[in-house]
């Protein structure tokens, strides 16, 4: 693509596209750009391609902001995105600018792409042609500055939380584990539920023969024991938080800094930069091994990259990374760490599974959220597959993870053609997960998920953006894609 031009310190001619370097860089292109690549910051946060003429409206309600995205991202007055955006001009050619180094994020216009690092210079790529291309090579380069895992297949997971939620107990989870007996998978993991507080990581009164027992019982089945923890949040309830207020991160005030509402309440952030805090994490990683679990599923995870004053001044998204080397570290390199909720680029090279979109549900959308409150973070299933659409090109660096597919029609809202679209993403991915419990799948839906499960992974061909060949089925998610809006006047209510 010949005339852009470029702003930053320092401007170099690569094969493949150009490497700026700069704390602020802006690239100008030579067209009107018909739409933008808009990131998000963790794995629910929106990211998807939008019409340069699509408002900003922020997000509600703004306890949730951490849970949405970046606050800082969603503070502003226009889409912002995080380390990467792009242009696509009206004959298809997309310019990518994308960041090699964390703590960056980028503005889009029609005509421009801006990009700023709050922590001073930083390396940018800027990539063109078709967008198949500059996204692979992007890939390339990330995996060279920041690693890559997941060679090998992704797992077949049951998974409790979209079955039973928090609501789990031994019983139900042993019935669960025999009843899925004779069907092919890999992992089965317990979700939300079983810890007595978000920061007291210790079994609840509904497994009283503690979690050590559980993990037993599921490796005799043969499969791999999974466990859920979101390491770096604490509830004020938990004795974690009374009996170490000064772990928490603070602002600049002094006030503990809010991670979030979850669970009833406000949350909070530890403050990973602290040694102590390191080494309650280290033990925390090392006792869950020790009772039998080698797939861990870490959520919440963007909570050590929030804003804050650190004990170590370091910058914020470089603080979760190192707080995710030592949980790898603790881990070992034979636990598979499904990381979720997390900030993407810091998690490259040290998850093996990362969720790439918001939490599916057993309905598509969940209109107040979206269309009123302008949520694409909200769970639902239109949100989870949109933003996992936008997150395939990741697949040459990590496992993706979808999130789940329903087969059930009880206990869901959802049409059996969205359940197919759940179903055909998941086998795009590798990563086949389900929370269905046996007991409630009817004769033909048990045989769908025993298809589901029993599968290689078929040859994925992309056709169209939104269009793919998947093995025997060419599947279109076009539809998938726009966000839901409230219609304002009698015209648009009828449309
Ligand atoms: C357990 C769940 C499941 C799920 C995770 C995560 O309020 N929120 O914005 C919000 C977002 C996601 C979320 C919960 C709350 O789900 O993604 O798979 O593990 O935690 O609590």
Known sequence: MTGLTFHATHVEKQEDGWRLTGASVRVEVPFRAVRFFRHGWHSWSLTTWLDVDTPYLPPGPRIHFPQIDDPVLLDGTTWQSAWLSGLEAPEGQVILLAALDLNTRITATATTLEGHCETGSAQWLVLTGPEERVFEAYARALAQQLGRRGNDLPPRVWCSWYGLYADIAEPVLLATLQGLDDLPFDVFQIDDGWQQDIGDWEPNAQFPSGMAAMAQAIAQTGRRAGLWLA??????????????????????????????????????????????????LISLIRKVRTWGYTYLKLDFLYAAALPGRRHRDIPRETALREALIRLREAAGEDTYLLLCGVPILPALGLADGLRVGPDTAPYWDNPLATAVLHNYAAPGAQNALRTTLHRLWLRPLVH????????????????????????????????????????????????????????????????????????????????????????????????
């Not at 928490?248 to 530890?270: C, E, H, K, M, S």
């Not at 087969?407 to 991915?429: C, I, N, V, Y």
């Not at 939104?466 to 093995?471: E, K, L, M, Q, V």
């Open 231 to 280: 390491p770096f949040v604490v509830r004020p309830t938990a004795h974690l938080y009374r009996e170490h207020p000064e772990w928490i991160l603070r602002d600049t005030y002094g006030r503990p800094v809010w991670a979030g509402y979850n669970w009833g309440g406000p949350i909070f952030a530890l403050d990973t930069t602290r040694e102590d805090v390191q080494d309650w």
């Open 400 to 495: 993706v993870d979808p999130d789940v597919v329903f087969f059930r029609t009880q206990f869901s809202l959802l049409h059996p053609r969205e359940k197919d679209l759940l179903r055909h993403m998941a086998r795009m991915t590798g990563f086949r997960g389900t929370s269905d419990l046996p007991f409630w799948l009817l004769e033909h839906e048990r045989h769908g998920l025993r298809r589901f499960w029993e599968e290689d992974p078929p040859t994925v061909t992309r056709l169209e953006r939104y269009r793919f060949r998947i093995g025997e089925d060419t599947v279109d998610f076009g539809h998938v894609v726009p966000l839901p809006v409230w219609p304002q006047t009698p015209e648009e209510a009828l449309s």
